[in-house]
T-cell receptor, first 116, second 109 residues
Framework: EPEVTQTPSHQVTQMGQEVILRCVPISNHLYFYWYRQILGQKVEFLVS????????KSEIFDDQFSVERPDGSNFTLKIRSTKLEDSAMYFC??????????????FGSGTRLTVV | GQSLEQPSEVTAVEGAIVQINCTYQ??????LSWYQQHDGGAPTFLSY????GLEETGRFSSFLSRSDSYGYLLLQELQMKDSASYFCAASNAGNMLTFGGGTRLMVKP
């Protein structure tokens, strides 16, 4: 079964440093998403991306965050200057088209970001 | 914005049936999805309701009532491996998901 691949699985960084989280969505999918989950809490939407631009973003996705699809396969989330409260599990997800919501997103296994 | 409420914990025994309820307050509501998440794992898709009524997928069923802003996930013939967190999630027209706080299901022998 096709998978969404995320790297690294765990990233530890110092406060104020920049991090880039990487995702390889499923190859024929067109819609890409980043979500995050602080330990023990609910999954929160960050941003959606389609046709090389942001479709929607949440209040969490402020100027410290950016997304990019630098080539035909990777989808990245950059946090410019990390804060302690950015510590969370970050999930990438994709789906094929708007109508495939009925088949659900495919989530990657996540990157656990720890800011110290 | 959207907010979803679901119980924080449910306990049941193996072989039993359990229902996890979800109520929502939304703008631009499109449909309700259910995801399962084991500790340390990614959410995995279980079911989606775009229309009122019941959707059945094996041991799992999901129900939606738009007029009541309410849905539920029904798990039958519970197995130990069903112990996990279950999230309802509302989608808008842009397919953005807003998740509920999750229900931790503990299945006991």
């Amino acid at each position: 079964e096709p998978e969404v691949t995320q790297t690294p699985s765990h990233q530890v960084t110092q406060m104020g440093q920049e991090v880039i989280l990487r995702c390889v969505p499923i190859s024929n999918h067109l819609y890409f998403y980043w979500y995050r989950q602080i330990l023990g809490q609910k999954v929160e939407f960050l941003v959606s991306f389609y046709n090389n631009e942001i479709s929607e973003k949440s209040e969490i996705f402020d100027d410290q965050f950016s997304v990019e699809r630098p080539d035909g396969s990777n989808f990245t989330l950059k946090i410019r200057s990390t804060k302690l409260e950015d510590s969370a599990m970050y999930f990438c997800a994709s789906n094929r088209d708007r109508d495939s919501i009925s088949r659900g997103y495919t989530f990657g296994s996540g990157t656990r970001l720890t800011v110290v | 914005g959207q907010s979803l409420e679901q119980p924080s914990e449910v306990t049941a025994v193996e072989g039993a049936i359990v229902q996890i309820n979800c109520t929502y307050q939304t703008s631009g509501f499109y449909g309700l999805s259910w995801y399962q998440q084991h500790d340390g794992g990614a959410p995995t898709f279980l079911s989606y309701n775009g229309l009122d009524g019941l959707e059945e997928t094996g041991r799992f069923s999901s129900f939606l009532s738009r007029s009541d802003s309410y849905g539920y996930l029904l798990l039958q013939e519970l197995q130990m491996k069903d112990s996990a967190s279950y999230f309802c999630a509302a989608s808008n027209a842009g397919n953005m998901l807003t998740f509920g706080g999750g229900t931790r299901l503990m299945v006991k022998p």
